[in-house]
């Protein structure tokens, strides 16, 4: 069984992200990049396959900063084989059809029998990596998965996903199968120091370069900015009754209640 | 044919809120570019189900076994045949959990342009616009895709539901299923509740978040009456009640206990401790009752009422009461 | 450094000068709810059952207060050496509650365990009425360099505590500057649960920092850093003295004492955090027992008073080696919680107001008090607040 989690480098929303107000782009020089948080449960599911099936789980992601670490953090955690994709272009926010371009290129020289990456990502402008790369690869997807579950005696895979209000539901798949990871059965796992920095000497990890993918973009992102929001609260005043009576009013106006 | 398609999202055979949704953006995009607009179902029986989506012109539906439950590769499948036969100026697509992906798939395969993760949609001349919120609402964009058809993946709760619930008999355009429906490989197996002891407050559009403020444990029965007058609402806590034992651990807000997003968070008696800020900041409204005027939690609300949550939680359900109940 | 290699060490192997006398199980704060209290564990590891004592989790439990190794007649260096190298041995296992792991990838990622950017670091300078140099804008030679530590940077009521500082160090009239967003956590949480290979890489990460700039001592409102630069920087060769800001106060009095003329009519006691004292071991002369007493007794109108538990039997609060991360987890298991008792006793000593020094206190007693509903019995100010506002607080900068 040959699971590959591909992982896509983003913008941490917990630091400031600036956008130029002369070219309406994000300031390169002011983004911190972070695994996507649902590419890392997609690595812990992989993981979790590894250690109940003996499979090889091999991570992927590009040459974005960070890119290394996110992929010696991959092998601290039990990850069999990391591949840095090398592109040499900076960070944008409308790339997926691109990687997808790339990825789909990529998977015709790796064994795959799952594909797991996160369900959505903050800067899916041009939709999810995961179903475009499966409608590249011609494979079946499922979405917002939250435990796989791969069969090798019928090499088809139980997955169950997540459809929101408690509601669960079950779909069986034959391999290769791309699935779109929303939460690992168990949160990931944490990465010691010295094992990360193990994992960097040990040169485990290699590049491989992608031939540049021809690639013709659909839509075009016109303008970045921040959105106008006033920091603190409108604060209502008067009589518990009128404040009560205004801000029910200000919920009908959200639909948050009726008329 | 160069009409608006807003495909119908369907939860065991109901159209959602979701679908109402659209189908307002859609009537908006559609009167803009003075064409149609469409609903598109793909079900096992599209009958029982078209007269639900009245407010549309018409109905291009198409019945299959394989359609009951939302499977990816199937809807794509059968989508793209609609597609083939009878394309669109513009797809809609909410993005549900069960339909996520879906605009991609459905894109990839033919190539064409996609703009996800939408709040809004509009039309400027021949282009379509879409405003796609990125990195947890803290960069909006504008993105222009011309040609077609343009597939746009909108947000839930980006537009109201209530005008689009119309009941009416509409014009039914019956496309054949396609051939590949038999070949797919992915098989709805079953639903699954999830076993649950407690409601999941992560799932809750509306949370009653109660603090200190609430002074004794009786009194949380004044907060469960407040959530009772919204739909899909549940009461939720700081720690500090929790670890008093008054509410389950299942109900904590904050760092050491869930994150939530809801669609309403109203924070009753909670000063906004960090540790309480990191699990509710993105909610969608935030609305912070307190007595003391310089609590943090009122740098983090959108609205803000300095009151004793005791005087003011009847009042507050006095006036709701007069309301009914809507939630998307 | 592994468990399994620790006996190769000297300091490993006086572990096998153990006795078994268990006088650091009956004054561990925590034995009641350790499966393995700390006597059993060194048996059992002099037997080589690590494993079993890896799995127990018992070591969870321990918040690194140092009763144990303070008191031990061996001087085993239980505290700061075995129980983080058996904690390190439980990250293979995954048995580390979530609460905990979001900290220790929040420092290794933005420097400190609350996740906040790095770039807001000094957000709080902002609102300081005095002026607060930074180095990296105004470099340049300083007396002294101040480490300002996570929780006085990013939690509200720590800020405060920071805000109250600052304006001490300008009455005073120090030479003083902080590092602004180049700070980073000195390394407390790491080096105490044994995650030793960050608390290397923010070690070395600090003294290429430091480097940069031209200072002659460093003072820390951290009490937890200090312990860290007391027992660990050394070894790497950082040899600048450091204070922590109760501490050099302290040796200010003299100068500080004509402006401390606002009446603060309370009674006040003091929790002696491990750090400031207990932890600080054989080198009686780095306990800063007396300081923060003669700081208050200093304070015009107050009544100072004693708790039950002071100076080297002070309880601890809780948050050490982890602790600060590990209160919903200790709740889940049924445990008291340390903070909640070191509020009760302040209490029943007759205080209104616990005085504390240590930057995780503050929020982690109010907490307490809230939990215990004793919100109208005592409030928690940090010593240096207490003498700010006795010096006239805001109003008189």
């Not at chain 1, 990360?196 to 040169?203: D, G, L, T």
């Not at chain 2, 949380?220 to 806590?237: D, K, T, W, Y």
């Not at chain 3, 199980?25 to 060194?42: D, G, L």
Request: hydrophobic fraction near 40%; charge should be negative.
């Amino acid at each position: 069984m040959d699971v590959v989690v591909l992982m896509k480098m983003v913008p941490d929303a917990a630091q400031k992200i600036e956008v130029d107000a002369a070219s309406g782009q994000l300031k390169a020089s002011t983004l911190n990049l972070i695994p996507f948080e649902s590419d890392e449960h997609a690595l812990e599911e992989a993981l979790l396959i590894k250690e109940r099936t003996g499979a090889t789980v091999t991570v992927v992601t590009t040459d974005l900063p960070g890119g290394d670490v996110a992929l010696w953090t991959a092998l601290a955690k039990g990850a069999t084989h990391a591949l840095l994709v090398t592109r040499g272009r900076p960070y944008e926010p409308r790339s997926t059809g691109e990687l997808a371009r790339i990825y789909a290129k990529l998977l015709e020289t790796i064994p795959h029998d799952l594909v797991l990456t996160g369900a959505q990502a903050p800067d899916d402008v041009e939709g999810e990596l995961g179903a475009l790369l499966a409608a590249q690869l011609g494979l079946p997807y499922i979405s917002v998965a939250v435990a796989v579950r791969p069969d090798e005696g019928t090499h088809s895979a139980e997955v169950t996903t997540e459809l929101g209000g408690g509601l669960r539901s079950v779909y069986e798949s034959a391999l290769p199968l791309v699935v779109g990871i929303q939460t690992s059965e168990t949160p990931p796992r944490y990465a010691p120091f010295l094992q990360i920095r193990a994992a960097q000497r040990s040169k485990r990890t290699r590049s491989v370069a992608v031939e540049p993918v021809p690639f013709d973009p659909k839509v075009e992102v016109v303008a970045l900015h921040k959105p106008v929001a006033g920091k603190g609260a409108t604060m209502l005043e008067g009589s518990p009754e009128e404040v009560a009576g205004r801000l029910v009013e200000i919920l009908a106006e959200k639909e948050l209640v009726g008329g | 044919m160069a009409d608006v398609y807003v495909l119908a999202d369907l939860e065991r055979g109901r159209p959602t809120d979701l679908t109402f949704e659209l189908l307002t953006a859609g009537r908006a995009l559609a009167s803009d570019l003075h064409v149609p607009l469409k609903a598109v179902l793909l079900t096992n029986e599209a009958g029982l189900i078209a007269p639900s989506l009245g407010f549309a012109d018409g109905v291009v539906a198409m019945s299959h076994s394989s359609l009951e439950h939302r499977n990816l590769e199937a809807w794509s499948r059968a989508l793209l045949k609609i597609l083939d036969e009878k394309p669109p100026k513009v797809l809609l697509i909410g993005i549900s959990n069960g339909l996520l992906g879906l605009p991609s798939l459905v894109a990839g395969a033919r190539g064409l342009p996609l703009i996800s993760l939408c709040r809004s949609v509009t039309a400027h001349g021949e282009e379509i616009v879409g405003d796609p919120v990125l990195f947890g609402g803290k960069i909006e964009a504008e993105v222009h895709a011309k040609g077609g058809p343009v597939v746009v993946a909108v947000r839930p709760g980006s537009y109201s539901a209530e005008p689009a619930r119309v009941q009416r008999t509409v014009p039914v355009e019956n496309v054949e299923p396609p051939e590949a429906l038999e070949t797919r490989r992915v098989h709805f197996k079953r639903y699954a509740d999830l076993e649950q002891t407690d409601v999941d407050i992560t799932h809750c559009d509306v949370l009653i978040s109660i603090g200190r403020g609430i002074q004794s444990q009786e009194n949380i029965r004044i907060a469960e009456e407040l959530s009772g007058l919204f739909r899909n609402a549940a009461v939720s806590s700081s720690r500090p009640l929790v670890d008093q034992g008054w509410l389950p651990r299942t109900r904590q807000v904050g760092r050491s206990g869930m994150t939530v997003k809801p669609r309403l968070y109203l924070a009753l008696g909670i000063s906004g401790a960090p540790e309480h800020i990191e699990g509710m900041k993105s909610s969608e409204t935030i609305v912070a009752v307190n007595t003391d005027p310089k609590a943090p939690v009122f740098e983090y609300a959108h609205y803000g009422v300095v009151a004793d949550i005791l005087t003011f939680m009847p009042r507050l359900a006095e006036q709701l009461r007069k309301r009914k109940p809507v939630v998307a | 450094m592994d468990l399994d290699h620790v006996l190769l060490y000297p300091e490993g192997k006086s572990l096998l000068t153990c006795i078994q006398c268990g006088v650091c199980s009956a004054t561990c704060p925590q034995e009641a709810f350790m499966e393995y209290p700390p006597r059993k564990i060194v048996a059992m590891l002099k037997a080589g059952l690590i494993d079993e004592v890896v799995q127990s989790g018992s070591m969870l439990k321990c918040v690194s207060c140092y009763s144990c190794q303070a008191k031990c007649p061996r001087q085993i260096r239980l505290t700061d050496l075995l129980f983080p190298l058996i904690r390190g041995r439980m990250f293979e296992g995954g048995g580390i509650p979530a609460e905990l792991q979001k900290a220790f990838l929040d420092v290794q990622r933005y420097g400190n365990p609350l996740g906040r950017s790095t770039s807001e670091r000094s957000d709080w300078v902002a609102r300081s009425k005095v002026p607060i140099r930074i180095l990296a804008d105004r470099p340049g030679p300083v007396d002294l360099l101040w480490n300002v530590e996570c929780y006085p940077s990013y939690h509200p009521r720590g800020q405060a505590v920071a805000l109250a500082t600052a304006r001490l160090f300008h009455r005073l009239g120090l030479d003083f500057a902080i590092l602004g967003s180049e700070e980073r956590c000195i390394g407390d949480c790491a080096g105490y649960f044994g995650e030793f290979g960050l608390l290397d890489a923010l070690i070395e990460q600090n003294l290429t920092t430091f480097r940069k700039y031209d200072f002659r001592r460093v003072v820390t409102s951290g009490a937890h850093a200090f312990n860290v630069f007391a027992h660990h920087y050394p070894g790497y060769g950082f040899t600048t003295p450091v204070e922590p800001v109760v501490g050099l106060i302290g040796e200010e009095l003299p100068k500080l004492r004509p402006m401390l003329k606002t009446s603060v009519p309370h009674k006040v006691t003091y929790h002696d955090p491990c750090c400031l004292g207990r932890c600080m071991g054989a080198s009686a002369l780095r306990c800063y027992f007396a300081p923060p007493r003669k700081l208050l007794e200093a304070i015009p109108g107050l009544k100072y008073v004693e708790m039950a538990h002071h100076h080297e039997n002070s309880l601890c609060c809780g948050g050490g080696g982890g602790g600060m991360w590990l209160d919903t987890y200790y709740r889940d298991q049924g445990m008291d919680r340390l903070s909640e008792r070191v509020v009760k006793e302040a209490v029943a000593a007759g205080a209104d107001v616990l005085a504390v020094t240590c930057d995780y206190e503050v929020s982690r007693f109010e907490d307490a008090v809230k939990v215990l509903g004793y919100d109208r019995k005592i409030v928690v100010r940090d010593v240096l607040e207490l003498l700010d506002e006795s010096a006239g607080g805001e109003a008189a900068v």
